[in-house]
C-alpha cells in the first residue's frame, strides 16, 4: 500500500511543534504494516541544507504562478519529497513567519502549492513510477490537498486528514480564491468558504474519506461548540468518518538508554543514574540546590497552554516546596509574567525563552514532573515523553491528557495502574491542588518509584497507532474497490 503523507513540517528536516513529530515518526512505524509512506513537505531553507544528493522526481513549470521541482532524498530511513520552489520557500524566517515573528504574507500561496503538488503528485505519479493508493494531509496547511483532487483525474484516490489543533483554520480573505485555480463552485458553505472567506481546513474536513484526530477525547470534544472552533456543525456532519487515533513518539528518539543528549543514560532498573540528569538541569537553570521536586514545562507560553493559569500558581508552587523550569516562548504577556515568578524566586524558578531540543530531552530526564496546565490539548507528546522518562505528568483532564495518563487517584493507585496527576478545572485552585498532590506523593519514595515504574513500563510507542491508520487505509480502499 502506497501512502502519501502531506505536512508543513516533519522532524529531524524542520520542527516547531508536534505536527513535526507525528510525520517524521509515522512512516517508519507503518512499515511493519507493509505501509509504503513518502512525505512531501515544503522546501524550506532549512529543509534544503539538510538534503543530501536529492534525485528530482517531477517538475512543474507553473505551480500557482512559479516554477518548482519535487526532490526526492532518503533521511533516516524515511523517504522525502521535497516541494523545491524557491519563490515561496527560500526566505527568511520559520516555516510561517518572517524573521521578526510576523506571517508571512502569502501564506496562502505557499501551503495551496503544496496541496496542489500533492494532487499531482496523486494524478500522474512521480518520474519513477510510485502513485499513491491513498493520499493523509496533515492540518490546515494541507487542507486544500483533497479540493484539488476531487477536479483532477484521482479524484477517486482516498484522502485522510488529521487535525491536530482545530485552533489553527488557514483563514484568508475571499481576495485569494481566485487565485487558487478551483471551480467558483467550490467558494460556497459546501466547499472552502467560511463566513465569507476561504478556510482550507474547512475544504479538507468537508472532502476527504476520513477524518482523523490525535487522540479519541479530542475527537469528541471537537463536536461540541466548546472546542468545535465554529466548525462543530461540519464535524458533527462526518461523525461517521470521524476517527480518534492516539499519537505515539518515535521510542528510538526519546529513549532515556540510549539517548545522547542527556548526561546520563539510564533504564527502568536503574533509574539512579538518573540524578545525575537531575543534577545537570539544576545547573542548566540555575537551582540552588536539587532538594524538592522540579515541575518542568516545555511548551508555547499561550493562553490555550494554561500558563496564565501556571503563572498565577508560581509562588505557591515555590512555597510547597517545589522548583519550576520552563521552556518556551509565544506570547509576550505571559513571558513577563514568567519572567518575573523567576526574579522573585532566583534559584527556584527558571525560564529559558526559545525552543531548544536538547534541553527538552535533559528536561525530560531530570525533571521530577511534567506539568501540561492546558485548557485544551488535542493530544499533547510532551506528557508521553514524561511517561517514557520517569518525569511524572501533572496534566489538565482534556483531550489527548486524559487519553494518555492514569489519575494516581485512590482506585488506581490501589491497583497499581496510575501513572501521573490529571485536574480539572483549569483554574489556580484545581492546579494549585494537583500540584499539592504530586508534591506529597513526592515525599513517599515507594509511592513515587511506582509511578515511575508504571509510567515508563506504559507503551507511548506508535505500535497500536499505526496498526489503526493501516487498517483505516484499509478500508478506504476496500471501500474505493467497492464504489461502481
Not at 394 to 420: H, Q, W, Y
Request: charged fraction near 20%.
Amino acid at each position: 500500500m502506497r501512502v502519501l503523507s502531506v505536512a508543513s513540517e516533519a522532524y529531524p528536516l524542520i520542527k516547531t511543534g508536534g505536527l513535526a513529530d507525528v510525520a517524521g515518526a509515522l512512516p517508519a512505524a507503518l512499515k511493519a504494516h507493509d505501509v509504503d509512506m513518502r512525505v512531501l513537505v515544503p522546501g524550506y531553507r532549512q529543509v534544503m541544507a539538510k538534503l543530501r544528493k536529492p534525485v528530482r522526481a517531477m517538475g512543474f513549470d507553473d505551480l500557482l504562478g512559479t516554477s518548482a521541482a519535487i526532490l526526492a532524498g532518503r533521511i533516516d530511513g524515511v523517504d522525502y519529497l521535497v516541494l523545491d520552489a524557491p519563490a515561496l520557500f527560500d526566505r527568511e524566517g520559520g516555516p510561517y513567519t518572517d524573521g521578526a515573528g510576523a506571517d508571512h504574507a502569502d501564506n496562502w500561496r505557499r501551503f495551496a502549492a503544496l496541496c496542489r503538488a500533492a494532487a499531482t503528485i496523486a494524478e500522474d505519479g512521480l518520474d519513477d513510477g510510485w502513485t499513491p493508493d491513498i493520499v493523509h494531509a496533515h492540518d490546515w496547511q494541507a487542507g486544500l490537498t483533497p479540493v484539488y483532487l476531487r477536479h483532477g483525474k484521482a479524484a477517486a484516490t482516498p484522502t485522510v486528514i488529521t487535525v491536530h489543533n482545530l485552533a489553527f483554520q488557514g483563514q484568508f480573505g475571499p481576495d485569494i480564491f481566485p487565485l487558487l485555480g478551483l471551480p467558483q463552485t467550490d467558494f460556497s458553505v459546501d466547499g472552502i468558504e467560511y463566513y465569507g472567506d476561504v478556510s482550507f481546513l474547512k475544504g479538507g474536513l468537508q472532502l476527504a474519506s476520513a477524518i482523523t484526530t490525535v487522540s479519541p477525547t479530542y475527537a469528541q470534544e471537537i463536536r461540541t461548540p466548546t472546542f468545535g472552533m465554529g466548525l462543530d456543525g461540519l464535524i458533527n456532519a462526518r461523525a461517521d468518518a470521524l476517527h480518534g487515533i492516539v499519537n505515539g513518539i518515535d521510542a528510538n528518539v526519546w529513549d532515556p538508554a540510549t539517548d545522547k543528549l542527556i548526561a546520563a543514560n539510564y533504564t527502568l532498573s536503574s533509574l539512579k543514574k538518573r540524578q545525575a540528569n537531575r543534577r545537570a538541569l539544576a545547573e542548566r537553570f540555575g537551582f540552588a540546590d536539587t532538594d524538592g521536586p522540579v515541575f518542568t514545562v516545555i511548551s508555547r507560553l499561550t493562553w490555550q497552554k494554561g500558563i496564565d493559569v501556571l503563572a498565577e500558581i508560581a509562588d505557591d508552587l515555590v512555597a510547597m516546596g517545589g522548583k519550576l523550569a520552563v521552556l518556551g516562548s509565544g506570547d509576550q504577556a505571559l513571558e513577563g509574567a514568567l519572567l518575573a515568578a523567576a526574579a522573585r524566586h532566583r534559584g527556584r524558578i527558571g525560564l529559558m525563552i526559545g525552543y531548544d531540543e536538547p534541553l527538552s530531552h535533559l528536561m525530560q530526564a531530570g525533571g521530577d514532573m511534567i506539568l501540561v496546565p492546558s485548557r485544551f490539548e488535542p493530544c499533547g507528546l510532551t506528557q508521553l515523553y514524561g511517561l517514557r522518562y520517569g518525569n511524572v505528568p501533572v496534566v489538565a483532564r482534556t483531550g489527548g491528557l486524559a487519553d494518555t495518563v492514569i489519575d494516581a487517584n485512590e482506585a488506581a493507585s490501589a491497583a497499581r495502574v496510575a501513572t501521573g496527576f490529571q485536574f480539572a478545572p483549569v483554574t489556580p485552585d484545581s492546579l494549585r491542588e494537583a500540584v499539592r498532590r504530586a508534591i506529597r506523593a513526592f515525599a513517599e519514595p515507594r509511592i513515587w518509584a511506582r509511578l515511575q515504574n508504571q509510567g515508563m513500563k506504559a507503551d507511548v510507542s506508535w505500535d497500536r497507532s499505526a496498526l489503526r491508520y493501516a487498517a483505516l487505509y484499509a478500508e478506504l480502499l476496500a471501500s474505493k474497490s467497492e464504489t461502481p
